[in-house]
Every structure is written in structure tokens, then in C-alpha cells.
């Protein structure tokens, strides 16, 4: 079975300063991708950035990046210079190589102060 | 180019009710899957289209059922509601199958049971 932790419910940044959310997950597939996805409160998710298992660099998508440590099972996600408009939930998935869909974590609440 | 776009916004039904739900896929997407997202969760598999046929089906019961048309747009069934049936669902298209790392959502619908 696969699962995926977020430990964090809620987290709070400066605006301009980097912050880290926590992912880890548990598959026994060796062949697996990772997601994370941005839901504001409107309620769309939005797909920020993929890793691949396979993949030996760390993805970066803009001011994201996924901090992939493997033999961890972590997959945490850093977004740099953080914006008021980065305030949402964040939701970190994965799909194993046999299925098609993603397994989601609990989320973690961002908040960015001015 | 329109995303994937979901109808209605919101809804009202009363417990034992039938409702349906609709969705657009994004241009060029030709697999749709729907999640039931409940207040404070992560969105949970429901099932995926897939040439018009019911590719993968997460654990919910027959009162959940679904339908693709040749034009890859979906609909959500659901059939005598239960207040727990009250969420956010989301639909999310992929193209080619879904095999890749490209899914994109629409803003939900968010059902209310009373």
C-alpha cells in the first residue's frame, strides 16, 4: 500500500523568505512519481511541480523546487522568496508505476505575512 | 484555451437525493478522473474515464457512478445522499492516457447535504 505524511497542518513565512514543507511517503514500487499541488481557497488545485523516481536531479519549477531524498522517502517542497499570493493549502501525491492515480497527503496550511 | 471547467459551482440537496455532476476536460485531455475532497482532507479517488469506459474505481460504493461521452467531457452520479456525501469534488483531466505527470483540475463543485 502506499501513503503519503504531511506532518505539518499549518505553517507561517515572511513574505520574501524561503520555507520548506514536509513530505515523506511509503511504497514498496520502485517505479513511482511524486506531485505537489497549490489549492487556494477557491478551491482549484494547481499543479506546481513532479518528480520522478528515476529522476537524478532535484526538479525545479521557478521559485519552487522538490528536495527529493530518496533513500529518506522524502519529498519536500521549497519555495523561495515567498508572495502573499503563496497563502493556500499545499498537497503533496504520489502515483505508483502500476496505477494511474495519485495517493494525496493531508495538506499543509501556508500562511505568508507581510 | 479554457482548463477544465466543472458545473455547477454549488449545490444543495437534501439527504436521499440524486445529484449529477459535470465536467470539462481541458483541450487535447482525453482521461478524466473525479475526488471527493471533505473539509480538512486530501482529495480521495473516486474513479477514472478512460475511452469512455470506467478505467479505476477507488473504494466507493455503487451509489457513486460515472459516465464519459465520446467528447471526454464526464459526469458524477450520485444516488441517495447521505450527509456525508457533503464535500468538494473535484474533477482532474490528463491527456495521453494519464500515463504522464501533466493533470490538471477544475475549481469542484462543493455539494451540501441537508
Known amino acids: 500500500a502506499q501513503k503519503i505524511t504531511q506532518t505539518q497542518p499549518g505553517m507561517f513565512v515572511q513574505e520574501k523568505e524561503a520555507v520548506t514543507l514536509d513530505c515523506t511517503y511509503d511504497?514498496?514500487?520502485?517505479?513511482?512519481?511524486l506531485f505537489w499541488y497549490k489549492q487556494p481557497s477557491s478551491g482549484e488545485m494547481i499543479f506546481l511541480i513532479y518528480?520522478?523516481?528515476?529522476?537524478?536531479q532535484n526538479a525545479t519549477e521557478g521559485r519552487y523546487s522538490l528536495n527529493f531524498q530518496k533513500a529518506r522517502k522524502s519529498a519536500n517542497l521549497v519555495i523561495s522568496a515567498s508572495q502573499l499570493g503563496d497563502s493556500a493549502m499545499y498537497f503533496c501525491?504520489?502515483?505508483?508505476?502500476?496505477?494511474?492515480?495519485?495517493?494525496f497527503g493531508r495538506g499543509t496550511s501556508l500562511i505568508v505575512h507581510p | 484555451d479554457a482548463g477544465v471547467t466543472q458545473s455547477p459551482t454549488h449545490l444543495i440537496k437534501t439527504r436521499g437525493q440524486q445529484v449529477t455532476l459535470r465536467c470539462s476536460p481541458k483541450?487535447?485531455?482525453?482521461?478524466v478522473s473525479w475526488y471527493q475532497q471533505a473539509l480538512g482532507q486530501g482529495p480521495q479517488f473516486i474513479f477514472q474515464?478512460?475511452?469512455?469506459?470506467?478505467?479505476q474505481r477507488g473504494n466507493f460504493p455503487d451509489r457513486f457512478s460515472g459516465h464519459q461521452f465520446p467528447n471526454y467531457s464526464s459526469e458524477l452520479n450520485v444516488n441517495a445522499l447521505l450527509l456525508g456525501d457533503s464535500a468538494l469534488y473535484l474533477c482532474?483531466?490528463?491527456?495521453?492516457?494519464?500515463?504522464?505527470?501533466?493533470?490538471?483540475f477544475g475549481q469542484g463543485t462543493r455539494l451540501t447535504v441537508v
Open positions: 482532474a483531466s490528463s491527456p495521453g492516457g494519464g500515463r504522464g505527470s501533466e493533470a490538471f
Open positions: 511504497t514498496s514500487d520502485q517505479s513511482y512519481g
Open positions: 518528480q520522478g523516481s528515476y529522476d537524478e
Open positions: 501525491a504520489m502515483r505508483t508505476g502500476g496505477s494511474y492515480i495519485p495517493t
Open positions: 483541450s487535447g485531455h482525453d482521461t
Open positions: 474515464y478512460y475511452e469512455e469506459e470506467e478505467r
